[in-house]
């Protein structure tokens, strides 16, 4: 079942994305509403709220943003507010079916309409402004299609501003000097919006690359019997972190599928698999190269200190 709130639509939702709501079913050569699917509908685009919980990027905190919105080719009822949507072709000399985009009440001509009555392909549009409460110059926007096709509603987030990936806060930058080393930055951060735009086939195709270029490095110099992935992974696993190593069987057998045997579920499972062990990776690299360096900056200070006591000792 669909998020019944703008949260999941803002948050979630990739742009493009449409989700479709059958309010109108054809039935016996007409269609007939059905107000339970409209509210699904009225659940999902979120008009009746007043707040958006989100993460707000410059605050860096997660905070309520007030909602005010602007629609587009709608009409408007008796107080002037357009929140009617028409649904029926115009006939002269006869009303129009409209339906209320609050409380899914239908006005003018009734249901059930004729094929040739409803009024496929109308279009709507949505505005969202949303206002940070913790500091009113923090703004969001979001922008949704509402196209009727066939008795269905089809709603497609056109535009947001700021993108998911500047909202989630990916810290593509944490292992930016490990990842340059490997090549491999601007595949990392490829992957990471492939993935947000749920394009995981090619999020996938990053991280497969990223591993790739990693073994690579690893296996440097080094002189193979033969060419598979196994055996690079086993000639080279004592470099890897000894927690990935418990890992490595069911690396084996991920990484020996073809890419254009996956589809986008089976790459999803696996992207989230191969991500965490890059990232434990990158992060046993960190780590080691840190260590490294304390090392030597107390053995550089344990010298000073040595030498101090020679030169205290000679006075």
């Given at each position: 079942m669909l998020e019944n709130d703008i949260n999941y639509l803002f948050n979630e939702v990739s742009l493009y994305t449409k989700e479709k709501f059958d309010v109108f079913e054809l039935k016996n050569g007409k269609y007939e509403y059905n107000q339970k699917e409209f509210f699904k509908f009225l659940y999902y685009i979120g008009v009746q709220q007043?707040?958006?919980?989100?993460?707000?990027?410059?605050?860096k905190k997660e905070f309520p943003f007030d909602i005010t919105k602007k629609l587009f080719q709608f009409t408007s009822n008796f107080r002037g507010e357009k929140t009617y949507m028409s649904i029926t072709n115009k006939k002269s000399g006869i009303d129009v079916g409209q339906i209320d985009l609050y409380n899914g009440m239908i006005i003018g001509v009734q249901p059930p309409y004729t094929q040739e009555e409803l009024a496929n392909n109308s279009i709507w549009y949505i505005e969202y402004f949303f206002t940070c409460t913790n500091n009113h110059n923090h703004k969001y926007m979001l922008?949704?299609?509402?196209?009727?096709?066939?008795?269905?509603?089809?709603?497609?987030?056109?535009?947001?501003?700021p993108s998911m990936l500047t909202i989630k806060g990916f810290d593509f930058d944490k292992y930016k000097k490990q990842l340059e080393e490997l090549n491999a930055y601007e595949d990392y951060k490829k992957a990471d919006l492939s993935n947000a735009d749920h394009f995981y086939v090619?999020?996938?195709?990053?991280?497969?690359?990223?591993?790739?270029?990693?073994?690579?490095?690893?296996?440097?110099?080094?002189?193979?019997?033969?060419?598979?992935?196994?055996?690079?992974?086993?000639?080279?696993?004592?470099?890897?972190?000894?927690?990935?190593?418990?890992?490595l069987k069911n690396l084996y057998e991920i990484l020996s599928v073809s890419i254009h045997e996956l589809d986008e579920e089976q790459s999803k499972e696996y992207y989230v698999y191969l991500k965490t062990i890059i990232d434990m990776q990158l992060e046993y690299i960190k780590t080691e190269s840190d260590k490294e360096s304390q090392s030597k900056s107390l053995e550089s200070i344990l010298d000073k200190i040595k030498g101090g006591i020679k030169l205290g000792g000679k006075k």
């Open positions: 007043e707040k958006l919980i989100s993460y707000c990027h410059v605050c922008m949704i299609s509402i196209e009727l096709k066939d008795g269905t509603f089809i709603v497609r987030k056109i535009g947001q501003n090619g999020a996938y195709a990053y991280l497969r690359r990223i591993f790739e270029k990693m073994v690579n490095k690893y296996l440097f110099g080094k002189e193979l019997e033969d060419n598979h992935m196994d055996t690079k992974i086993n000639t080279i696993k004592d470099r890897f972190d000894p927690r990935i190593q418990k890992l």
